[in-house]
């Protein structure tokens, strides 16, 4: 058992998260490869998730459909359910808070957890593993592996390199043995690395974690500045972070929303049409959380990634608000004043410096409380009958995307 | 120094949440921690007590919310007793179940029914 200054930590991560999901909702599927896949009409017809047996066949994240089709082609391809992954993740939190209070969501299937103080209660470190690896996949069919160590990041790194990869889907790394078992790895299996990062690396004469970790930091700081910090105290597995619920999760600093359209978009007739239903958007998010905003951001990307165009400015608004025609306006004028001509690909609006709605100053200008008393009639009539029982007209012409974007959740299906 | 090298800063700045999960999450995190009773001004309880004592009176039915976790519960019925030394009310829900003893600091709010 862990001396009383070490922390035990754990990082939880969920195998193949939506195929899971969906296998154990669909108990016909059991032995059959599944992949989740986007619409494949659209863009974004890509693999989401694979499961294990799919990904035997050498079926990949993030592939094209029909190329993982050529691979297995008969392949089980299910449409994804965001709510539904929401729904299980937030299951899974609840079943690792009835170990500890400590639980920390990173990503919708990895979740970090402090032990230290449910030593006493559950057992040693592996065996609280194992109960949590049994009741998730009890309670909802998903498997999870679970790193161990004493910070964060080692916790993340056991899971990533061992656990993922050992039988039992359990591995503690120990600090007394980096040397011998991390430090021996290749620099692109670390957390944080990407690929790019792994080219310099290399270049620099640094390939395994080790070699990272006996850099010394100012080489590494000179060159990358805080991220050559990170990097070299990941692959020293220094890291004080606390696992928290608190976190700046719950706290917000501002409501923004983004959508990548479905083709270029280069007339500006186009574009103020999805900028109005983003901020619509924004506002309506805002006005539901009684909050308001001083300052409007927009922002812009072309669809080559390689050669970025775009912009992404703010400005401060007179007086806070939420009302949607008055964050649209300062939309339009900061799109009109900043933006190129140039094709766009993705857009994105969003309203910061927040303070509650409940007192509002009185402005001379504008008629601004039947713009609220409207608002507060067309939420309430999407709250209760759908996003799209009610609409802009402009929504209606072929470059809106508001009837689309209801159907969906981080740019795939509900 | 970087917000990235303390605290949380470098899970908050790498964390992969979908809107919709952060909220969900929040609510989840919400719906956890105990909820506190409201504090009433003196004005109220003195209008909660008038109207108790009103509808004991007229035998009328009068509708109350008690405080609890994790939500309020409304009760509609009648008020048989005020015992103001051990600060309680005796109700009669109309259920059939008879009569009992509500504390009145559970009281958050009384609201007559004129029917």
């Not at chain 1, 409501?255 to 186009?270: C, F, I, N, S």
Request: one cysteine or more; charged letters at 25%; hydrophobic letters at 35%.
């Amino acid at each position: 058992m862990a001396n009383s200054k070490n922390r035990v930590i754990m990082l939880a991560d969920c195998q193949s998260f939506y195929a899971s999901v969906e296998k154990a909702a669909h108990p016909e599927y059991e032995g059959k490869p599944l992949v989740v896949s986007g619409d494949p009409a659209r863009r974004s017809g890509i693999i989401l998730a694979a499961c294990p047996l799919a990904k035997k066949y050498g079926v990949t994240t993030a592939e094209r459909l029909g190329d993982a089709l050529r691979k297995c082609p008969d392949l089980i391809v299910v449409r994804p359910r965001m709510a539904e992954y929401i729904r299980v993740s937030l299951q899974i939190t609840e079943i690792f808070q009835s170990f500890t209070d400590l639980v920390e969501p990173y990503s919708i299937d990895e979740q970090h957890l402090d032990v230290t103080g449910s030593l006493a209660l559950f057992g040693t470190p592996e065996e609280i593993a194992r109960r949590l690896q049994h009741r998730v996949l009890y309670e909802t069919g998903v498997y999870v592996r679970v790193g161990i160590s004493d910070c964060k990041v080692l916790s993340k790194i056991a899971c990533d390199i061992y656990a993922k990869k050992v039988p039992g889907g359990i591995y503690t790394l120990r600090r007394e043995h980096l040397e011998e078992t991390l430090w021996t790895k290749p620099v692109h299996e670390m957390f944080m690395v990407g690929s790019r990062m792994t080219r310099h690396l290399y270049k620099m004469g640094i390939h395994t974690i080790g070699d990272l970790a006996k850099t010394p930091l100012p080489r590494l700081t000179e060159r990358w500045g805080v991220n050559g910090e990170v990097l070299w105290r990941i692959a020293r597995g220094i890291d004080a972070s606390p696992v928290t619920p608190h976190s700046q999760l719950q706290q917000q600093k501002g409501v923004g929303h983004q959508m990548t359209l479905p083709r270029d978009y280069a007339d500006w007739k186009e574009i103020r049409v999805v900028l109005l239903e983003l901020c619509e958007q924004v506002g309506r998010r805002c006005r539901e959380k009684g909050l308001m905003g001083f300052v409007v951001s927009v922002g812009c990307q072309g669809a080559d990634y390689d050669h970025p165009t775009g912009f992404s400015r703010q400005m401060k608004l007179s007086d806070p608000t939420n009302i949607t025609d008055e964050i649209y306006r300062a939309a339009c004028l900061l799109f009109q004043r900043h933006w190129n001509h140039l094709p766009i690909r993705r857009i994105a609006v969003a309203l910061s410096d927040l303070s509650p709605d409940s007192l509002v100053q009185l402005t001379l200008f504008g008629d601004r409380d039947r713009k609220r008393e409207l608002e507060k009639a067309t939420d309430g009539i999407k709250r209760r009958f759908g996003e799209t029982a009610i609409l802009r007209a402009s929504s209606l012409q072929d470059s809106g995307q508001a009837q689309e974007r209801s159907l969906r959740i981080g740019g795939h299906y509900k | 120094m970087s917000k990235k090298l303390q605290g949380n800063g470098l899970f908050e700045s790498s964390r992969m949440m979908l809107p919709e999960h952060r909220e969900a999450y929040i609510r989840h995190q919400q719906h956890l921690a105990p909820r506190q009773p409201p504090l009433l001004d003196p004005q109220a309880e003195e209008e909660m007590a008038r109207v108790m004592a009103e509808a004991m009176h007229s035998g009328s039915a009068v509708t109350i919310t008690l405080f609890d976790d994790p939500e309020d519960i409304r009760l509609t019925g009648q008020v048989l007793r005020i015992d103001p030394g051990r600060r309680r009310i005796c109700w009669d829900g109309g259920d059939g179940e008879g009569s009992r003893w509500i504390a009145l600091d559970q009281i958050i709010g009384a609201v007559a029914e004129n029917d």
